[in-house]
């Protein structure tokens, strides 16, 4: 009889290692969110134009992955996926005009990776990065925001994929209250306007693009874990804020920046009032 064993395949290893990995980002609210975004933007890019919205993207995504990248393993100590990173990205890309220079939709995302360091309590960032970024490039690049993310450029019809995406990621980080707590309030406040005032003044609010804009910054930013309350009822007032300050801002100022300065000026609100909870609490 032969003294040799035979011994069995050895299994994958690796490749159940990294599928494990995948899964666990799956499982993830920043990983589900990202293959989402990265969906809408792959169907939004095919009505904005591929190779028009291209070098924006991209350079938004290569610039938060390694600034992100590098800050986190200085932080840390090792190396992370900056997945929040990532998701800033996205949404900086997606809001701003695709036909801006790369290097402006890359130097704008840096800027919302950094305020989350700089801006911050002890547990969280204060302002939606995203948001930050995008106000501050308005005032530095005089950038345009055509919102083509939110398929502002698309036939009305694919509204409903953007609700069906949005209201998926909404319910995914249990924010979906803060959502519709703005959306009715905003809506609520410019029938109103439109009824006592001149109709004409507030009538492209409710047609595209600022129909679609509306609709992905209530159900993508608004709804940003990490800068809106968890609590249902502290949504709902966070949502009506922003819809309040975001209808004063658009009545007295017309600056296309109304919504993200609401949302911004709503985060520094909800960021005291965390504050000051915890030092209620001892």
Excluded: C
């Amino acid at each position: 009889m032969s003294s040799k064993t035979t011994h069995a395949p050895r299994p994958h290893h690796h490749h159940a290692r990294h599928g494990g990995k995948l899964r666990r980002f799956l499982q993830k609210p920043k990983g589900i969110l990202i293959v989402l975004l990265a969906g809408l933007t792959a169907v939004a890019a095919m009505t904005a134009g591929p190779a028009l919205v291209a070098p924006g993207l991209l350079a938004a995504v290569a610039t938060a992955f390694l600034l992100d990248g590098v800050l986190l393993r200085w932080k840390t100590g090792k190396w992370t996926f900056p997945d929040g990173a990532i998701l800033t990205a996205l949404i900086v890309a997606m809001i701003l005009s695709p036909h801006e220079s790369w290097w402006i939709a890359a130097a704008t995302t840096a800027f919302g990776v950094v305020s989350k360091y700089l801006l911050r309590t002890r547990t969280a960032n204060v302002l939606n990065p995203a948001a930050a970024a995008l106000l501050v490039n308005y005032f530095v690049f005089h950038s345009g925001q055509s919102w083509w993310g939110a398929l502002s450029e698309s036939e009305l019809p694919l509204v409903g994929l953007l609700l069906a995406i949005g209201i998926y990621i909404a319910d995914r980080v249990t924010r979906l209250t803060a959502a519709v707590a703005f959306l009715g309030g905003y809506y609520v406040l410019f029938t109103l306007a439109a009824f006592l005032g001149d109709p004409a003044h507030v009538a492209g609010i409710f047609r595209p693009p600022d129909l679609q804009a509306a609709l992905f910054f209530a159900l993508v930013m608004v709804t940003d874990p990490p800068t809106s309350p968890p609590r249902p009822r502290d949504q709902i007032l966070f949502g009506l804020a922003v819809a309040l300050i975001a209808f004063g801002i658009h009545h007295f100022a017309q600056g296309i920046y109304y919504l993200l300065v609401a949302l911004l000026i709503a985060n520094v609100g909800e960021a005291w009032r965390r504050s000051h909870a915890r030092r209620a609490h001892g």
